[in-house]
């Protein structure tokens, strides 16, 4: 069975500053998708960013990216430049390819400090 | 694209009592997952349909549990004998083979369920 760890519950930066959210997951699959997913207070999932597993490069999106270490079943995203709008849970996630299935993690609640 | 709909968004109810929750999925999606949520924890997978074939069941799914995809539209999720460990929000998602685009999953809003 897919699992998928996120070992810190809560973190804070500064605004303006980096912050890196850590994911570790565990399969046997090949084909699979990673995902980090943001839930703002409304509780809307938002899709933030998406990394093929096949792919080698690490997928940016605008102020976020990831770190994608597939050997060691790693997947951390980087926040560059820090909004107080970033504030929201993070959860890290992963996809089966077969059939669109994700698996989250516990999540990680952030804190954005003016 | 209208996005998935979820109905009603928010439920109280006594302990005991049955629950029915609904979900719109896009229309053009064949697949259709329910999660559910507690509050500070991640969405857990209960189950999800391919058309009207319900392929995967979750361990979380209790007898007390059942939930339908008639012709594979829209689906319904039932709780009977609700109790209070049942408060949470129950989420829809669905995905399609046409069209694939980048969120995968497309959620709802969510169903905050509160038994009392």
């Known amino acids: 069975a897919q699992t998928v760890t996120q070992s810190q519950p809560e973190m804070s930066v500064q605004e303006a500053e980096t912050v890196t959210l850590s994911c570790t997951y565990d399969?046997?699959?090949?084909?699979?998708?990673l995902f980090w997913y943001k839930q703002p207070p409304s509780r809307q999932m938002i899709l933030v960013i998406r990394?093929?597993?096949?792919?080698?490069q690490n997928a940016t999106e605008n102020r976020f990216s990831v770190n994608f270490q597939k050997a060691a079943k790693s997947f951390s995203l980087k926040i560059s430049d820090s909004q107080l709008g970033d504030a929201a849970m993070y959860f890290c996630?992963?996809?089966?390819?077969?059939?669109?299935?994700?698996?989250f993690g516990k999540g990680t609640r952030l804190h954005i400090l003016p | 694209d209208t996005g998935v709909s979820q109905n009603p968004r928010h439920k109280i109810t006594k302990r005991g009592q049955n629950v029915t929750f609904r979900c719109d999925p896009i229309?053009?999606?064949?697949?259709l997952y329910w999660y559910r949520q507690t509050l500070g924890q991640g969405p857990e997978f209960l189950t999800y349909?391919?058309?009207?074939?319900?392929?995967?069941k979750s361990r979380l799914l209790s007898d007390r549990f059942s939930a339908e995809r008639p012709k594979g539209s829209f689906s319904t999720l039932e709780i009977q004998r609700t109790e209070q460990g049942d408060s949470a929000m129950y989420l829809c998602?669905?995905?399609?083979?046409?069209?694939?685009?980048?969120?995968?999953?497309?959620f709802g809003s969510g169903t905050q369920l509160s038994v009392l």
């Open positions: 998602a669905s995905s399609g083979d046409r069209g694939r685009r980048r969120e995968k999953l497309f």
């Open positions: 399969t046997s699959e090949s084909d699979y998708y």
């Open positions: 996630a992963y996809g089966r390819d077969r059939d669109d299935k994700i698996i």
């Open positions: 990394q093929e597993a096949y792919k080698q």
């Open positions: 229309s053009e999606h064949n697949r």
């Open positions: 349909f391919q058309n009207e074939a319900q392929l995967e």
